[in-house]
């Protein structure tokens, strides 16, 4: 039951934000390079690879187990978004719609968890 990871939409959408994430963050200040600026970096990577890495199995037990890392890892990011935004860092049109992509992906690996029989 491997998967062609590249064909998961939502390894698609998922790479998508982590390239969003590694634009948006240049824009943070310097201090932050390694604070907020590399934990955002660190954990948006960590979805989509994590993804990738699950398909692999052969059995969807395990590849649910690293949907539900790549699940947490997207909630890190969400949660990193939202002191960037409190700290004023970035706009609110930036903010919400990172958040907003956050929240798409979320449910999209959640649905995926369910199609594999997981949860």
């Not at 990871?5 to 590694?22: C, D």
């Not at 907020?36 to 059995?59: D, K, V």
């Not at 690293?66 to 700290?87: H, N, P, Q």
């Not at 706009?91 to 959640?110: F, P, Q, R």
């Amino acid at each position: 039951m491997v998967h062609n990871y590249r064909e998961l939409k939502v390894w698609q959408r998922a790479l998508s934000f982590t390239v969003w994430i590694y634009k948006e963050t240049g824009a943070l200040p310097d201090n932050e390079r390694f604070g907020l600026t590399s934990q955002l970096r660190r954990a948006s990577c960590s979805i989509p690879m994590n993804i990738a890495e699950g398909s692999g199995n052969s059995s969807p037990k395990e590849f649910c187990r690293f949907l539900e890392i790549a699940l947490r890892s997207d909630y890190e990011v969400m949660t990193a978004i939202e002191i960037a935004r409190k700290l004023q860092y970035w706009s609110d049109t930036v903010g919400n719609a990172l958040l907003k992509e956050g929240d798409e992906i979320a449910a999209m690996i959640v649905g995926l968890i369910k199609t594999l029989g997981g949860r």
